[in-house]
């Protein structure tokens, strides 16, 4: 765990769940600090935010650092860490973080997302075939080319992220919209989002 974030490509961590990006899910990031203000006109008073620029698609995320003293047990709890992207990520960092529940919801999203992509392709029975099939890693790759990710448990993140970044990219989801639900991280909202679509 670190106190602060070094202004280099890496994946990023608070309290052992990883950073992932709103839009397209990626995962690797740039950190930077960034200040405002406590009062204006200033008194030179500033809060320090924590920065992270996606490193896929340029979506810009800001947190702070929720590392707290832990009276109970007499110890500080550090929340935020670091993992370069040119070292081994450490163990715990490779341990599965989505349940089961999560992938559950990322399957219904990712069926609603291919629905409506079915109502609006060119090519339906393409979509058709990927909607049948439900083959994940097909779907990712259908979809971004030089996609590579094998490991089981980002899968249906990743095609979720894929799915909906399309549904933007051909002006069939309003991204203003849809990039306020993701800030929520509810999958119920994005649920009634994508059903909401589906029935337009």
């Known amino acids: 765990m670190v106190d602060s974030l070094v202004s280099e490509e890496s994946r990023l961590y608070i309290f052992k769940k990883p950073i992932l990006c709103h839009i397209c899910s990626h995962d690797i990031f740039l950190p930077i600090e960034t200040f405002t203000d406590v009062e204006k006109p200033g008194i030179q008073v500033t809060f320090v935010h924590n920065t992270a620029i996606c490193q896929q698609c340029g979506f810009v995320i800001q947190f702070g650092d929720p590392s707290y003293y832990d009276n109970e047990n007499d110890i500080y709890r550090w929340a935020l860490d670091q993992q370069f992207i040119n070292e081994q990520p450490t163990t715990e960092a490779r341990e599965p973080f989505i349940d089961a529940d999560t992938i559950a919801k990322y399957e219904r999203c990712i069926y609603l997302s291919l629905q409506i992509l079915i109502k609006h392709d060119e090519s339906p029975q393409t979509m058709l075939n990927l909607y049948d099939n439900a083959e994940y890693l097909a779907i990712a790759n259908y979809f971004d080319a030089s996609y590579e990710q094998t490991y089981s448990q980002l ?37 009634s989002f994508l059903k909401a679509l589906i029935m337009k």
């Open 155 to 191: 899968i249906t993140r990743d095609c979720l992220g894929l799915l909906l970044r399309k549904l933007m990219d051909k002006n069939i989801a309003d991204s203003g919209e849809l990039i306020k639900v993701l800030q929520h991280d509810d999958n119920m909202h994005l649920e």
